[in-house]
């Protein structure tokens, strides 16, 4: 199994990014899934996890900004990311196979959002 995210980039404070997270194999495999960042200098930290029924958690910071969502037909894990701030810059993992708010096994390789004027 492998986890390939994408669509990081450079955006503005304020502006919006849409994180996708492509599972090789079967989404269904994994119970949950969610987002993981790291800062520079800083541990790796949830971001958001979501399980297949549909429950979610957030890490306080980012509550009323991001969502994150699942598409099963097409293998896909989403985070929205709205009203981005300086320090939500970080590189940014999807992973799968742990508990709502536990990682598990499965990385992917991690998409950098810098948010910055």
């Known amino acids: 199994v492998q986890l390939q995210a994408s669509g990081g980039g450079l955006v503005q404070p304020g502006g919006s990014l849409r994180l996708s997270c492509v599972v090789s194999?079967?989404?269904?495999?994994?119970?949950?899934m969610g987002w993981y960042r790291q800062a520079p200098g800083k541990q790796r930290e949830l971001v958001a996890g979501i399980r297949s029924g549909g429950a979610t958690a957030y890490a306080d910071s980012v509550k009323g900004r991001f969502t994150i969502s699942r598409e099963n037909a097409k293998n896909t894990m989403y985070l929205q990311m709205n009203s981005l701030k300086p320090e939500d810059t970080a590189v940014y993992y999807c992973?799968?196979?742990?508990?709502?708010?536990?990682?598990?096994?499965?990385w992917g390789q991690g998409t950098l959002v810098t948010v910055s004027s």
């Open positions: 194999g079967s989404i269904y495999s994994f119970n949950n």
């Open positions: 992973n799968a196979g742990g508990l709502l708010r536990t990682p598990g096994r499965y």
